[in-house]
């Protein structure tokens, strides 16, 4: 009995298995549920080599925008994949083996695979699925080690067997979060690929891209290979950070992470789901339960690590173009802005300061005086910044950077193991392996030598991707490797990965560029940061290029050479709140655009969005359009005395609200929340906000509404439910439901908005952040409308190492109820702290004028505001460790 039902089970599996080859399941319920099987160009998908690989052919006639659409070749529902064993649990989590029996359609597949299940934390869980008899390449950067499970936990992991898929479930509400049971799990050595579900269409990250906030789930294509390339949509960028926010109809967020540094591609469709898609690597996957936006990303830094913190004066303004022609010209430009009155902390260079654009060079001919340059500026308690690249000129005669560069065997290889030459700026070139600890001394040597002659503050390292001029290098790349021409090439700019960067068989000291070019940007920015810590004993301010996840821990970013135009004004704001959500809160943007003359409206537009860039510089191109026309001056004083007092006015805004930026930096270096926001992070259950990405937001309470469109007066700016009071006034906007409002935007007006129930740290702005930080603090009470607020300050002096971890902080709590504002200083670390003072409080929504106030116990001076309704108490004169409460009534 019990044999022949065996026998019949036996018959029926081997059957099916046969059958398999010949009838596939193809009936997918609809569109929406096709996965692609042939993710190749067009001209390549036919439906033999579809059919070829075992998968469905069904034209389709939607194609979106960029090309892709309903795939005609897509998965069938039973098409062979990887079958589980039975999950062993573990002290951290599962472990099991995933089986293939048949090869795939991609060479050399790994037919037994390990799967570890994390549960790290009680909001994080980790899982890898990788080759255990061959070590593969993993990314080289440092993320926790969890060794044990944690007991509790707001997910559930449940897993498919036959064949594999693993779910992760919230707990709370039982929603999907993640659930790769869509598509096969397909795992060859240069083929790599999972899918999951999506929770809903609102999906946000998967940088370094130009798009809107919320990106558009119709079958997208998103590469992730760092590009030197103007930002375009549908362009692979700088940067690659493959993480992804989703969040569900009712504001729950999640976060997802692949740590994976090869070439990749993420699919979004309208099921709603996803596709990664690498050519190396592991399958090493994060997910963050959030549930609140900015816990998502607060969770994913801790894996990725924590941003930095800037010096103070990296937060003020600075500027920059490329073609100052001379060191006199660059410092008459600062002298202009001086007699401008007009806020500027740092001053920069672009290549057009170098001896032949070669790297720690002078243009002997009209730099030679640059050195004067840095003095001046510190002088005047301003800062000196300038470009570094990469590209190391490798056919100069007696240039000291490249021959020490041989003797010490700092560079790159090529498959035949000499320095491998491409060529950028200054001609062929050589290019540091940065993650070779004999390079990382190299630069150092070099920077300091050139800091002797130059004092600069800080460095701006761009050209890092690294871009190369030409394709490969000088002698092409080899043509008969699986590195140069994988099976499967994502769908990068220039079609082939060595397009306009090294080859792929190029070597570094840790591995090929094939598996770290990714990382290029990143091992400069480790590199200089360490360098500038060990030549300036202070904290290091680095702008680079290329990113990846963790670049944060290093310096800031700029969002590349885009054009002067409005819509890329639109796309700096898009770009600044995803860059927070990679944990690279310095960001900004080229203020009034790089490529093409900027005209006086665009740039006083642009200079008020630009005051509100965390990190905040108007840069300007060489030739507009070409050779040998310069692009018009945009700095400030290049335009009318309207333009350059409405540009000072909207700085000095800037500069009067650094110590609420500085305190939202802290915030995002100890905790990793983000400092400038999108709308939909404070308030996730409104879905009127969910795509919101023309405002933003500094951490919780100020909202900037700016006007980024020609000709317009006012801006329909999207005001979340609840009380705001505009920045300037104390006027109130009292919204029973969020609602587009109409405001006044006359052209020298940037909307800002204070929301109710927070206090804000504030200064009287100088014309450089050293001397404003010597003015007294000042509180901005936005009182809600139970007559409430709190805020706080973070406060050090802002430019030596390691002040949070030597405790050499203050930091102050304020709260305002029943009608008294009191502060209290939980830490008491900065060694000034004594000699700051309270200057003035303005308490905004203050129903009646009371009719007596004091602070300390003692009556003192105050003026009631009718109209707005704001109540102001200048002269305070208290020393800010002193003042405890003010009283009103
Ligand atoms: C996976 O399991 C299913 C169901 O038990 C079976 O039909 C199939 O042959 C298995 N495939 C492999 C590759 O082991
Ligand atoms: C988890 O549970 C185990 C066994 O019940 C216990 O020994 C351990 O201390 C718990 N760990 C934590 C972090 O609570
Ligand atoms: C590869 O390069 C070598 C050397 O440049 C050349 O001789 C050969 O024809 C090339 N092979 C192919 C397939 O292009
Ligand atoms: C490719 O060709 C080069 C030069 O002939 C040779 O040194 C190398 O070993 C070859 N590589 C492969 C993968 O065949
Ligand atoms: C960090 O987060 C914890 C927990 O939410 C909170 O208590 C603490 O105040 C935060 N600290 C900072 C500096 O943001
Ligand atoms: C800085 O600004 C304050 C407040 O406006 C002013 O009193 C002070 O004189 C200024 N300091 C300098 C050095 O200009
Ligand atoms: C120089 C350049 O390519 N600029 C791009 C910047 O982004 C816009 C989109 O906003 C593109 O259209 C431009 O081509």
Request: glycine share 6%.
């Amino acid at each position: 009995m019990f044999s022949t039902l065996k026998l019949i089970v036996c018959c029926f599996i081997v059957c099916a298995n046969i059958c398999r080859l010949h009838a596939k399941d193809c009936s997918v319920l609809s569109d929406d549920m096709k996965f692609d099987c042939q993710p190749e160009t067009d001209e390549f998908a036919t439906q033999d080599r579809c059919e070829q690989r075992g998968c469905c052919w069904q034209p389709a006639n939607s194609v979106s925008e960029n090309g892709d659409g309903v795939p005609y070749c897509f998965y069938p529902t039973d098409f062979a994949t990887y079958n589980m064993s039975t999950p062993e649990e573990t002290v951290f989590g599962y472990t099991a083996t995933l089986k293939r029996r048949t090869k795939g359609y991609y060479p050399n597949d790994i037919m037994a695979l390990k799967l570890d299940v994390y549960l790290e934390t009680e909001t994080r869980i980790h899982f890898k699925i990788y080759d255990p008899a061959n070590a593969r390449y993993e990314v080289p950067i440092k993320t926790p080690k969890v060794t044990k499970k944690v007991n509790v936990t707001d997910y559930d992991v449940k897993f498919k067997m036959n064949p594999f898929a693993i779910s992760v479930i919230r707990k709370s509400n039982n929603k999907v979060l993640f659930d790769t049971s869509l598509s096969p799990l397909i795992f060859a050595d240069q083929f790599i690929q999972i899918s999951s579900s999506l929770t809903s269409k609102n999906i946000y990250g998967l940088g370094e891209h130009q798009d809107k906030l919320a990106h558009d789930v119709t079958w997208k294509r998103f590469v992730f290979w760092a590009r030197d390339m103007p930002p375009d949509s549908g362009n692979n960028l700088y940067g690659s950070h493959p993480f992804y926010l989703n969040m569900d109809n009712s504001g729950n967020a999640h976060g997802v992470f692949l740590l994976n540094s090869n070439a990749m591609e993420v699919m979004l469709q309208p099921t709603p789901a996803v596709t990664f898609r690498t050519i190396g690597g592991i399958l090493d996957l994060y997910i963050f339960l959030g549930p609140k936006p900015d816990a998502v990303i607060q969770q994913y830094t801790e894996v990725i690590g924590r941003s930095y913190m800037p010096p103070y004066w990296g937060l003020g303004f600075h500027l920059c173009r490329w073609g100052y022609g001379s060191a006199e010209n660059t410092l008459n430009v600062v002298k202009k802005m001086r007699a401008a009155g007009i806020p500027q902390d740092t001053q920069w260079n672009d290549i057009d300061y170098m001896d032949q654009t070669r790297d720690w060079t002078l243009d002997k001919t009209h730099f030679n005086v640059l050195p004067s340059v840095p003095a001046d500026l510190h002088q005047h308690k301003q800062h000196y910044m300038m470009i570094i690249d990469p590209g190391i000129a490798s056919t100069a005669t007696n240039y000291g950077p490249y021959d020490d560069g041989i003797k010490k065997d700092v560079f790159v290889k090529d498959d035949q193991g000499k320095p491998i030459i491409g060529s950028v700026w200054p001609g062929k070139t050589a290019f540091p392996d940065f993650f070779n600890p004999a390079t990382v001394k190299w630069w150092e040597n070099w920077a300091r030598n050139f800091h002797d002659q130059v004092e600069f503050d800080g460095m701006w390292i761009d050209m890092n991707e690294p871009s190369n001029f030409i394709d490969g290098s000088t002698n092409g790349c080899p043509n008969n490797s699986t590195y140069e021409n994988p099976p499967y090439t994502p769908r990068v700019t220039g079609g082939k990965l060595w397009a306009k960067t090294l080859c792929m068989t190029a070597k570094h000291s840790i591995g090929l560029h094939y598996n770290l070019h990714n990382l290029y940007g990143y091992s400069e920015m480790v590199a200089t940061h360490q360098v500038l810590i060990n030549i300036r004993n202070k904290r290091p301010f680095i702008i680079s290029r290329s990113t990846f996840p963790g670049s944060g821990q290093y310096g800031g970013h700029w969002l590349g050479d885009n054009d002067s135009e409005w819509s890329d004004m639109y796309y700096s704001i898009t770009g600044i709140l995803s860059l927070n959500f990679f944990g690279i809160p310095l960001v900004g943007a080229d203020i009034c655009g790089f490529n093409g003359n900027s005209n006086e409206e665009l740039c006083q537009r642009w200079m008020q969005l630009g005051a509100f860039y965390p990190f905040s510089r108007n840069h300007n191109s060489l030739y507009c359009p070409s050779y040998p026309v310069m692009c018009k001056d945009q700095d400030p004083t290049a335009f009318s005395t309207a333009m350059q007092k409405s540009t000072a006015n909207v700085l000095k805004i800037r500069y009067a609200l650094l110590p609420y930026l500085y305190t939202l930096f802290y915030h995002s270096h100890i905790n990793g929340t983000t400092v400038a926001r999108p709308l939909f992070f404070e308030f996730p259950d409104d879905p009127m906000l969910a795509v919101v990405d023309k405002q933003f937001l500094w951490g919780s309470a100020l909202m900037i509404s700016p006007v980024i469109t020609k000709g317009a007066t006012t801006v329909d700016a999207m005001i979340p439910a609840g009380v705001w009071y505009d920045l300037i006034t104390g006027q109130a906007i009292n919204q029973p439901s969020t609602q587009s409002v109409r405001l006044d935007a006359p052209l020298d007006k940037i909307n800002l908005h204070v929301r109710a129930g927070y206090i804000l740290p504030w200064q009287y702005a100088n014309l450089t952040t050293t001397e404003t930080r010597m003015n007294p603090i000042n509180l901005l009470v936005a009182l809600d409308v139970k007559g409430q607020a709190a805020g706080d300050l973070y406060w050090d002096d802002g430019d030596s190492l390691d002040t949070v971890a030597k405790g050499a902080f203050s930091i102050w709590q304020f709260q305002a109820e029943n009608q008294q504002i009191k502060s209290n200083i939980i830490k008491d670390g900065f060694p000034s702290s004594s000699q700051m003072s309270l200057g003035e409080i303005k308490i905004f929504g203050l129903k009646s004028s009371p009719t007596q106030v004091s602070a300390n116990g003692k009556d003192v001076q105050f003026s009631y505001d009718t109209l707005y309704k704001v109540l102001t108490v200048t002269n305070l004169k208290l020393p800010f460790n002193k003042f405890n409460t003010l009283v009103w009534t």
